[in-house]
């Protein structure tokens, strides 16, 4: 009998010899998982073991999906309804070996998700984005969007706050590339991180943040928390959808507004995905320097186009006005690439140097050649300090 099988089997022993509709105490369930098994005379111990941790998690945590989400190599779990389960690991995506026990099960554990971060998913809202206890981002979409079954995409990020000096060591840039942003960043430069889908724009953007002073007042703002920055002063933000009678909506728009009568020596805006993107540059061009965002383009000079669209999205205001405002707001363009090995790595490293001639500048300092970062220009400076 398949592992899943035997699980679902003996889950439904214990559900008839305790009354799983009262609060158990953990310590309670278990014992009633053991009880069970321990009459099993055909299993080992290693599959009663086995056993007894699948029972629990199908009780009290992920079911299927708890084993992928405690391997700490697994960077993303892909739920394709409930008979279909995709992992990526090491750079490479495989086919998990198990399955949930129906789609009522898989909406079950679901539900459990979403509930755990106050928001809601449903036929008539099938769209979610939510986040593990360990702050892993989970996005939902349910039928009848996805006609074949509920749709999960699990995406993991690392147990200790990523680091320049782990990214060096892994080789996504090389130490004196690291050196030079860390500098910028302590300076007060102005910089967004672009890149495709899972290029690691957050994580990348968590290891930024660690060059920032301790001693100034940052505010965080996320559609999903997952920034883990280590700081005394710091606030974390976190937007808000619809309640259950479709009120109570905050949007990154409104938290970064908000954010702005809170004091801030800088901002962090985890991703900009629509008008906010027009809230988050008048901050940087009004006393807010040294501040960091992301965005998903497949290049810097796509990233600013793609912001301009944004900040349309924002207020009617005249392209060369847009332009010349995202123009003094940021410094510097850090775009980011996954590999075909699955290594994530900076490709290149612009410098906005202004508005002229309809256009936004952009200077190459560094791009990837091979295994190397190459400087290719120097740093002219900080445009508001000259």
């Known amino acids: ?112 998700i979403v509930a755990g ?56 840039l090389d130490r004196g590339t690291a050196d030079f942003l860390e500098e910028r960043v302590r300076e007060g430069s102005n910089i967004f991180i672009s890149g495709g889908t899972g290029s690691g724009k957050t994580t990348f953007l968590n290891a930024l943040s660690g060059a920032i002073p301790q001693d100034e007042r940052v505010i965080t703002i996320e559609d999903s928390l997952e920034l883990q920055l280590a700081m005394p002063d710091l606030v974390r933000l976190e937007a808000r959808d619809v309640n259950s009678e479709g009120e109570g909506r905050i949007t990154i728009r409104d938290l970064i507004r908000t954010a702005l009568r809170m004091r801030p020596d800088r901002l962090i805006v985890g991703e900009v995905r629509g008008p906010e993107a027009l809230d988050m540059l008048q901050a940087m061009n009004t006393g807010h320097d040294g501040s960091l965002s992301t965005g998903h383009a497949n290049s810097a000079a796509d990233m600013l186009s793609r912001l301009e669209t944004m900040v349309l999205m924002g207020g009617e205001l005249p392209l060369y006005a847009i332009r010349a405002q995202i123009a003094s707001a940021l410094d510097l363009m850090v775009h980011l690439a ?36 190459v400087q290719r220009e120097r740093f002219l400076g900080d445009k508001r300090r000259g």
């Open 1 to 112: 009998m398949h592992r899943d099988e035997l699980t679902e089997k003996y889950k439904k022993t214990v559900m008839d010899e305790l009354d799983i509709s009262r609060d158990l105490a953990d310590e309670t369930l278990l014992t009633g998982i053991d009880r069970v098994l321990v009459r099993e005379q055909a299993l080992s111990v290693a599959e009663k073991l086995s056993l007894r941790k699948d029972i629990f998690d199908s009780f009290r945590r992920l079911d299927v999906l708890q084993t992928l989400v405690e391997d700490g190599d697994v960077t993303e779990i892909m739920v394709n309804g409930s008979r279909n389960i995709f992992y990526e690991k090491e750079g490479v995506i495989r086919r998990w070996d198990r399955c949930f026990s129906g789609q009522d099960r898989l909406e079950d554990v679901i539900q459990q």
């Open 117 to 172: 971060v106050n928001r809601r998913v449903n036929t008539a809202s099938p769209i979610v984005d939510a986040r593990l206890p360990d702050g892993s981002r989970v996005n939902v979409v349910l039928p009848p969007i996805a006609p074949e079954g509920p749709i999960v995409t699990i995406r993991r990020f690392p147990g200790e706050a990523m680091t320049m000096d782990r990214l060096t060591g892994l080789g996504s």
């Open 338 to 373: 996954r590999l075909r090995n699955g290594r994530r790595v900076v490709v290149s490293i612009q410098e906005v140097t202004g508005y002229e001639n309809d256009r936004i500048g952009l200077r190459e300092l560094y791009v990837r050649e091979g295994e190397k970062l």
